[in-house]
């Protein structure tokens, strides 16, 4: 059966913050990163769901089961000149894995980001998660050797914006 007439996307609602969040929940405790993740579903819809949103979510149901959920935001390379799509989160349950689940979930995405004026699609992927990592190339998401991934968060990230203000 094609994928279209197995997996129905929808766009992600209000209500469905709580079934975001244990997705996320589950993806943290499925790649070993559960004592990290510290977001709660009133973050998500303070963040997504307002006018103006940090962030877009799809749905994947299958026979009206929920299958899984993608979390995205638009990007912009400046060397590129070109709009973008970030998948910040993608998650399948067990049960629908290897049923091309995540695939419709990113196509949807790519296909919402395209009909935007999106030309490229980015994600990073777990270094652990050789299983995500094989999925993406198969579906020719290639990684980029030529870029890593630096960040600064929390006290930190405060600390390193509120230095400026204090030279002035």
Not at 74 to 99: H, M, N
Request: proline share 2%; with cysteine; hydrophobic share 45%.
């Amino acid at each position: 059966m094609p994928m279209s007439e197995r997996v129905m996307i929808r766009n992600a609602q209000a209500s469905d913050v709580g079934l975001l969040h244990q997705c996320l929940v589950a993806l943290a405790k499925d790649t070993g990163s559960a004592l990290q993740l510290r977001s709660t579903p009133d973050d998500l819809l303070m963040h997504g769901f307002r006018d103006n949103p940090a962030f877009e979510a799809l749905i994947a149901e299958i026979s009206g089961q929920f299958a899984g959920m993608c979390i995205t935001f638009q990007s912009f390379s400046t060397w590129r000149g070109e709009i973008g799509i970030y998948v910040q989160d993608l998650y399948v349950e067990k049960a629908f894995r290897g049923q091309r689940t995540g695939e419709a979930l990113l196509r949807a995405a790519a296909a919402r980001g395209s009909s935007r004026g999106a030309t490229h699609m980015r994600l990073s992927v777990d270094v652990a998660n050789s299983g995500a990592q094989a999925f993406y190339n198969r579906l020719g998401l290639a990684q980029c050797l030529d870029e890593q991934i630096h960040m600064i968060s929390g006290s930190a990230f405060h600390a390193f914006a509120d230095t400026l203000q204090k030279r002035s």
